[in-house]
Nanobody, 120 residues
């Protein structure tokens, strides 16, 4: 069984920073692309940022220049550094990973989510 566990969410004032972590554990052969998504109340889940195993990144326009995604392949962990936070960044943040539990057996895994609240 594979698990993704997010941490680092919380309450912060506008303009502040938070760093989210996502740790993968369990029977993992390798992790391919990973990503952060978020869902605000009454809205659809949306992409925040993705990162390949080789470190190529992609960001939503709304977070470019403020958020930085990174990963440590040796630790099976991904991070999201969020700076200059805005009230509209308030949401539950989810991590996602496409991985192999063994060669030829891919699975897509989601974390349970961590709440980020930005006050104005």
């Amino acid at each position: 069984q594979v698990q993704l566990v997010e941490s680092g969410g919380g309450l912060v004032q506008a303009g502040g920073s938070l760093r989210l972590s996502c740790a993968a554990s369990g029977s993992i052969f390798s992790i391919n692309a990973m990503g952060w998504y978020r869902q605000a109340p009454g809205k659809r889940r949306e992409l925040v940022a993705t990162i390949t195993r080789g470190g190529s990144t992609n960001y939503a326009d709304s977070v470019k220049g403020r958020f930085t995604i990174s990963r440590d392949n040796a630790k099976n962990t991904m991070y999201l550094q969020m700076n200059s936070l805005k009230p509209e960044d308030t949401a539950v943040y989810y991590c996602n990973a496409g991985l192999l539990v063994r060669p030829g057996l891919p699975v897509d895994v989601w974390g349970q989510g961590t709440q980020v609240t930005v006050s104005s």
